[in-house]
């Protein structure tokens, strides 16, 4: 069948193997046949099954019929149109804009080389992760079909307004499949190649790109058979935002459906968490919940207090909405420790505090006065999001007045750069390293001060709205969001865009302006490409291959660290529910779903505990095996990306996502219900369904073995009731509401 002039015909090939470079080739004509290659016959087939208008599917399959196979891989390779350096290149979670940016050559964690926003080349700075050069020569990346949150690339054509996916299953019965994309010097032709197995020349190791590949070809016997699938979807695509909307309605066209969980409720995680961060998270002397726990906390400056990012001042937001008294007195004390000790002169939080000493974030310097913008984003949003949920008489001046003067340090920063930049100097608030998203969140951390203060109202909104715009026409339309973890240099990441859709939907909320959710919907479309639409492979004696976890709904965080994880860094997705708010489309709550269901699952527990085999850092008893009741580590390891980073197993760790998980038990509804369209979403271990067509009470079933205290949201567009419900293990009971 001859496929469409926008869909590329597939080339098949048969390649043998000398360890992992290939020794010959054999390309195989289009008709199915017999051919001889290295030392045996071979039967290979092409078939081409037209799906819809441009959008089909291709299957190759070779099969020894005699002879030796030796090591053997089969291929399955695109030339791809009009190619230039303007193509966008969307590998979702792995690839974006082919990662096409400057190199720095840095060991981990590395840091941006200084820059100010009179730089005329203001492009990205990365480390070596898999991508194609942004310099003259070779270039070629090479990844296997593990890295992507959606098995497959996209590619958008401007020159000719098309898009194109072309998406894979996971793997085969061989295992992985390689995703090799190669242009060209002169960048004007390239070549997309699937192949199985996934062999590749060199492998990814953290910061490095050329590391020693554990890939090896089959060694096929006779009778067995290689296949590869391929769906090749094009369409109109005026924009890059068209590539992402396009990927939507694919994210399980070629892998199966999540599956869920429902292993204990959110009240029973609730009750694990708060016990664990006030025993081990809590420091007496200071005042203040840590990040960390000991011994790492003694042992390392960021496991002691970290303004927002991996959670100071974000986790306490979730300790207050539903903590016991005692957490509740102890946030307020937090509250103190950060308005006595925690801002700079400038009116930014200092980023890191030990023992006392106050620390930048510049991992080269601890003493340098870096400070990493996205943090005092965090602390300024979160802060006084927990604020608003207190009562006045409790709220001290002091602590409003760290708030207003941050948010002072934003509008002046931004009236003398005109952007916020990634690091500044925490002393005087001057710009260390421009460009970046990485303060996303602040435009909605200044709408919430015009809020608290409203005596400057004006000139919060005002550059709330002018940093949204520049962040928007800089970075979303350009299909770039980065600079929020403060240990990747500025790759491309997940964080920066959740903080991002905070500052979109609130601003939307704020102004009521059809712009902001606009761009808050294209907003949470990219980020969702972060998001695990899948439940990989994990091997089969792997610590989460034997406890059967479920990646589906874990995140990205970036293009460098190579592992999803359990949450957002570091939010519920509470945005995501406000964001079906105000737009109705119900992908929005099917992906917080998926988040929020994926979560409890990483947290170790007494009836289930999570064994630790990475020896990163080892614990105080050699007698430990697990992590700690209420530990979660940052590691899910859909696949091998270095000798000591095995696929499905974590190391002994306590990490913010148990602030994710926290956020996730206090801000979310266990249940969401919404009579005016039938829409129900589970977003707690429960199962619920409308008890008659005339949706006026839900039927609740809690099929744990522990008891669930479910809060139940019921919602139209003019309504809404909250009602708390109680069921036993195993029970079911109807829950009405009133709503008309």
């Known amino acids: 069948m001859k496929t469409s002039a926008l869909l590329p015909d597939p080339a098949v090939s048969l390649q043998r193997h000398h360890g992992v470079l290939i020794a010959e080739s054999l390309q195989v004509a289009k008709s199915t046949g017999s051919l001889r290659f290295a030392e045996g016959d071979w039967n290979v087939s092409l078939e081409t099954k037209p799906v819809a208008a441009e959008h089909v599917t291709h299957i190759a399959c070779a099969e020894l019929l005699k002879g030796a196979g030796g090591k053997i891989s089969l291929s399955m390779a695109f030339d791809l149109p009009d190619w230039s350096e303007s193509v966008y290149v969307l590998s979702p979670g792995a690839v974006y804009n082919g990662n096409r940016f400057p190199v720095i050559q840095d060991r981990y964690p590395p840091l941006p080389p200084p820059r100010g926003p009179e730089d005329p080349d203001q492009r990205p700075r990365i480390t070596r992760v898999p991508r194609l050069s942004a310099e003259p020569g070779p270039s070629r990346l090479a990844i296997p079909s593990s890295d992507p949150a959606v098995p497959g690339i996209g590619f958008w054509f401007p020159t000719r307004r098309k898009g194109l996916w072309i998406l894979t299953p996971e793997r085969n019965a061989q295992g992985l499949y390689g995703y090799t994309l190669e242009e060209n010097e002169t960048r004007d032709s390239a070549r997309l190649c699937i192949q199985s197995p996934c062999v590749r020349e060199y492998a990814y190791e953290m910061t490095n790109d050329l590391g020693p590949s554990p890939d090896q070809a089959l060694d096929v016997s006779v009778g067995e058979q ?36 429902c292993d204990i409720p959110l009240s029973a995680v609730w009750a694990i968490q708060e016990d664990k961060f006030n025993r081990e998270n809590w420091v007496e002397d200071g005042g203040y919940y840590a990040v960390g726990v000991e011994p790492m906390r003694s042992q390392s400056i960021h496991q002691d207090w970290q303004a927002g990012w991996v959670g100071g001042m974000i986790f306490t937001h979730a300790l207050y909405l539903r903590g016991n008294e005692q957490t509740r007195a102890r946030v307020r004390r937090n509250f103190d420790f950060l308005a006595d000790r925690g801002q700079a002169p400038s009116g930014f939080f200092y980023g890191v505090i030990h023992q006392g000493r106050t620390l930048g974030d510049n991992f080269r310097d601890e003493t340098a006065p870096w400070h990493l913008l996205r943090k005092s984003g965090d602390v300024l949003f979160y802060g006084l999001s927990t604020l608003a949920h207190m009562n006045e008489s409790d709220i001290k001046p002091a602590w409003k007045l760290c708030f207003q003067r941050c948010a002072d340090a934003f509008v002046r920063l931004w009236d003398t750069q005109g952007q916020f930049g990634q690091f500044v100097n925490h002393d005087d608030g001057a710009l260390l390293v421009s460009g970046s998203l990485s303060a996303g969140i602040a435009p909605a951390g200044l709408v919430l001060a015009a809020r608290r203060f409203p005596q400057r109202a004006a000139e919060y909104l005002r550059v709330a709205v002018a940093a949204a715009e520049h962040y928007d026409q800089h970075y979303l339309k350009q299909g770039l969001t980065n600079g929020g973890p403060g240990e ?12 991002f859709l905070e500052s979109l939907v609130t601003l939307a909320e704020e102004t009521g302006e059809a712009r902001w959710t606009d761009a808050a919907r294209r907003c949470a479309v990219q980020a969702s490409s972060w998001v695990f639409s899948y439940d990989a492979a994990f091997p089969p004696e792997s610590t989460f291959g034997r406890m059967d976890m479920l990646s589906a709904g874990t995140v990205l965080a970036n293009v460098q660290n190579k592992h999803s994880a359990p949450g957002i860094c570091t939010h519920s997705g509470l945005s995501l529910l406000r964001l079906y708010r105000l737009t109705g489309d119900p992908f929005f709550m099917d992906l917080l779903r998926d988040i929020a269901r994926a979560l409890p699952q990483y947290m170790s527990r007494t009836d289930r505990p999570i064994a630790w085999k990475i020896p990163y850092n080892p614990p105080e008893s050699p007698d430990i095996q697990h992590l700690k009741p209420g530990w979660m580590c940052e590691r899910v390891n859909v696949t091998q990306w270095g000798p000591t980073e095995p696929a499905g197993e974590v190391f002994y760790y306590s990490c913010w996502s148990e602030g994710a998980l926290a956020l996730t038990c206090a801000e979310l509804p266990g249940v969401y219900a919404r009579p005016d369209t039938g829409g129900v979403w589970c977003l707690d271990s429960v199962e619920a369904q409308w008890e008659s067509p005339a949706r006026k009470s839900l039927l609740l079933h809690n099929p744990t073995p522990y008891t669930a205290r479910v809060l139940v949201k019921f919602e139209t567009d003019t309504e809404q009731q909250c009602i708390e419900e109680t069921l036993e293990p195993g029970s079911t009971r109807a829950v009405p509401h009133t709503l008309d």
Do not use: H, K, T, W
């Not at 994210?251 to 869920?260: G, I, L, T, Y």
């Open 226 to 261: 290689i296949e590869i699938q391929v769906m090749a979807c094009a369409f109109d695509c005026a924009a890059v935002q068209d590539l992402y909307d396009a990927l939507v309605p694919l994210r399980n066209a070629m892998v199966p459906p999540p599956r869920r969980r």
């Open 488 to 499: 990747i240099a500025q790759g491309p990441d997940s964080e920066s865009a959740a903080g």
